[in-house]
């Protein structure tokens, strides 16, 4: 039987506010906890299957879903996390309506 744990102290399940305006921008350090289940999970994979870049790509992704579940987000992988340049369809739009296509491609939009 599988079992799912939900922790409702993460950011997304807090009643404050659903404005994207109050999320997060800039540089997003991925929370401790996520750090150290990573860490974990990478000593029980054979090294070939769990490198460093796919450790990075863990850690972005459970990052931006303890953040910004509900809502897309345009970022890009930075060391020591991501950056985050818009939230929110609105925010997104805005931001990318004064950017040339090349500076476009630097971003990733996901919805979360």
Known sequence: MVQTFTDLSEPRFQPQSNDPK???????????HIVAQVAAERT???PEFFN???AKILLDD???RFF???FNVA???VPGGIEVVAVGDDEIEAVFRDMSQEEMLRFTVVGQ
């Open 62 to 64: 459970r990052t931006l």
């Open 52 to 54: 460093d870049t796919y």
């Open 68 to 70: 910004y579940q509900g």
């Open 22 to 32: 109050d999320f997060p921008h800039g540089l997003v350090k991925p929370p401790e």
């Open 44 to 46: 029980q994979v054979l």
């Open 75 to 77: 970022y890009r992988s």
